[in-house]
């Protein structure tokens, strides 16, 4: 590709009519200079020539300008102390010093010089003097610049103690682990323990060199330093939901700094097979989006409803729960705010890479029930009646947790699609725990964003903030049900509907890959990692007694207690828009019955139900506690007088 530049033109038309017009005059005979062959110098040079010299001197800055005259006149200068003229016997003393100008091998007079470099004789008279005094040294200017005496600058000895000081710190205390380290691009990397910053670093230096005498560099300089010399010494970051088996390697490695080499090697092996592991069980992941991307490489087609088994394509989806979000939300935060705890929202995501797009379950929490495999399964069941492509073939990813996705009662729903010719076969595949960033962390981190920004008063605000957290559409909000409590997606009772068909896989959590297929009904083929041999197993209590194609009885969820509302109505209901306080906030109504039946009594107490905020059982009553985190007066008097 060309180098393309922009030029004014206006510019350039009037620089042009400069250089044709100019005309080198010898001041001293007001006739123009005969150094072409008796024709002016200038005639020698073509106007592209000049026209590019002029630009480039007018393009520099002072100090490269002056090092390159100051280049150019030594080469033509002449300060011999006797004259050296041919015509003479005797030479005499020479009391100037005679310069010859050139350019590019072509002798030229002084103005055509002074103009192609786009200079003034002041300047040039300048240039001469300070040749003549200080030889080819950089010219410094008495208001500024650069001084031989600076006390600031760094001599080469004192950045060479610098390094070698952080080095060798860090031979002492870094640790050079296998394989890439999470969050950093580079492969080299020498890691220092989260527990040292850099000032505490500089620190140590200081007091090394001024014990040895040396001059130490302040701790803006040794940043400074660090940075552009040694950048691949860094500290680790505090960081959540690492690899424990990860941290357990790194601290064997880090603590086994002074034993012997063969030991060191083998917690090295050891920590270099699980990473081996990692990637494949990473690479398999990419595969199966790569492959799934290319089905629709040339396609547009986007979410949306189809007919199970409508096309015979392979689709891969991954799915998991982010974590919850709470509003109403201000980006400026209210003090108070702090202190209280906002309606929830929880987020539980199937993302399909191929597209790329992500159903957002929004889940409120007056219709949710639990983030156990009833719920998991419901939304699942959700997405692909709603959402799915219809495809034959299914591949899906997701993490590690047991409560919710690695369990017998997701194997067992699986098993029922392929029975039930939903699908003609299905790969469950989990991440390796501590390794289990995938798309829909993305997707999720796209939503917080636009989040943290927004002032968000009700569920429908946090729907739009999904729906808009993207230009391209890739986040899709799906309302699991209304602040009212209104559902929209049913929850299904699949544990208890399931369980009466299959039974329980073995080993459960040392697998990592299940697949089931139409051609093998009821079995599940299970393999530890991606590389592993595959063994099948049984999952149908009778072969005989397959599992009914009609979907279970649903779950009603509980709503929010009167507490909870009369919480939210209290406290909350304040910090939301006017036109929102009713709808995320309301009334609670009327209190609840109060319980004088000693039979009733019996059944609440035997039944142990989890502690809730502001009530307390009180000789068979339900009351209103009192004292601290009640609405009585508490110990210091606060919350309004005595009921």
């Known amino acids: ?144 610049g650069r001084q031989k005496t600076n006390a600031r600058f760094f001599t080469f000895q004192d950045i060479s103690r610098v390094v070698a000081f952080i080095v060798n710190f860090s031979e002492v205390h870094a640790l050079v682990l296998p394989g890439r380290v999470p969050g950093f691009k580079r492969f080299d990397i020498k890691l220092l323990p989260s527990m040292y910053t850099k000032a505490s670093i500089w620190r140590l230096y200081q007091s090394a060199m001024n014990a040895e005498g040396y001059r130490a560099v302040k701790v803006h300089s040794f940043r400074n330093l660090w940075r552009s010399l040694v950048p691949y010494i860094v500290m680790t970051k505090p960081m959540t939901d690492l690899c424990w088996t990860c941290q357990k390697n790194n601290s064997r490695i880090y603590r086994s700094m002074n034993i012997p080499e063969a030991e060191k090697s083998a917690e090295l092996l050891k920590q270099q097979d699980h990473l081996v592991k990692v990637t494949l069980e990473r690479t398999l992941y990419q595969d199966m989006v790569k492959k799934a991307s290319n089905t629709f490489k040339d396609s547009a087609i986007k979410l949306g409803k189809n007919a199970p088994m409508s096309r015979d394509i392979k ?47 929004v889940i409120d929490e007056a219709v949710l029930i639990s983030k156990g495999a009833n719920a998991v399964i419901s939304y699942l069941d959700y997405f692909f009646d709603h959402y799915g492509f219809g495809e034959k073939d299914l591949e899906l990813h997701c993490d590690n947790c047991s409560g919710q996705n690695k369990n017998n009662f997701m194997l067992w729903y699986l098993a029922w699609r392929i029975i039930n010719g939903l699908h003609r076969s299905i790969s469950l595949n989990f991440l390796v725990a501590g390794h289990t960033k995938f798309a829909p962390d993305w997707c999720f981190g796209l939503v917080k964003q636009k989040y943290r920004r927004t002032m968000v008063s009700s569920l429908d605000n946090f729907v739009d903030v999904v729906n808009s957290s993207t230009i391209v559409g890739t986040n899709i909000a799906q309302k699991v049900g209304t602040s009212s409590g209104d559902v929209i997606v ?35 083929f ?71 039946d000693p039979a009733v009594v019996n059944d609440f107490v035997a039944r142990k139900p989890a502690k809730r905020p502001g009530t307390q059982l009180d000789q068979g009553n339900l009351v209103p506690k009192r004292g601290r985190g009640g609405r009585g007066r508490g110990r210091r008097g606060r919350g309004g007088a005595p009921t």
Not at 318 to 327: I, M
């Open 1 to 144: 590709m060309e180098n393309v530049s922009i030029v004014n033109h206006e510019d350039y038309a009037g620089e042009t009519e400069k250089i044709v017009n100019f005309t080198c005059v010898v001041k001293s005979s007001k006739n123009s200079c005969c150094l072409n062959d008796g024709n002016p110098c200038c005639t020698a040079l073509s106007t592209e020539f000049m026209h590019e010299l002029r630009t480039t001197m007018s393009s520099l800055p002072a100090y490269e300008k002056d090092l390159i005259l100051l280049g150019k006149l030594s080469s033509g200068i002449n300060m011999k102390e006797t004259t050296a003229s041919s015509k003479r016997k005797r030479q005499t003393q020479r009391k100037h010093q005679r310069t010859c100008y050139c350019v590019e091998g072509t002798r030229i007079c002084r103005e055509t010089f002074k103009f192609l470099h786009c200079i003034s004789q002041d300047k040039l008279t300048a240039l001469l003097k300070h040749y003549k005094e200080h030889g080819l040294t950089p010219r410094h200017k008495k208001s500024g």
């Open 490 to 524: 049913p929850y299904y009772d699949w544990n208890k509907f399931l369980s009466l068909y299959f039974r329980t896989v073995p080993g459960i959590k040392k697998f990592q890959h299940f697949r089931f297929d139409a051609a093998h009904p009821g079995e599940v």
């Open 526 to 596: 299970r393999k530890e990692y991606a590389d592993s041999i595959e063994e099948n197993f049984q999952l149908l209590r009778d072969v005989n007694n397959l599992p009914q194609a009609s979907k279970p009885g649903t779950i009603p969820p509980p709503g929010l207690s009167y507490e909870r509302k009369l919480y939210l109505f209290d406290k909350i209901r304040e910090f939301c828009s006017i036109e929102t306080r009713d709808i995320t906030c309301p009334a609670p109504g009327p209190a609840p019955a109060i319980v004088n």
């Open 315 to 361: 689709m891969h989806y991954s799915f998991d729960y982010a974590q919850q979000v709470h509003y109403p939300n201000d980006p400026y935060q209210p003090g108070p705010m702090y202190f209280l705890v906002p309606r929830k929202c929880g987020i539980f995501g199937v993302a399909c890479e191929a597209v790329p797009q992500q159903v957002n379950f």
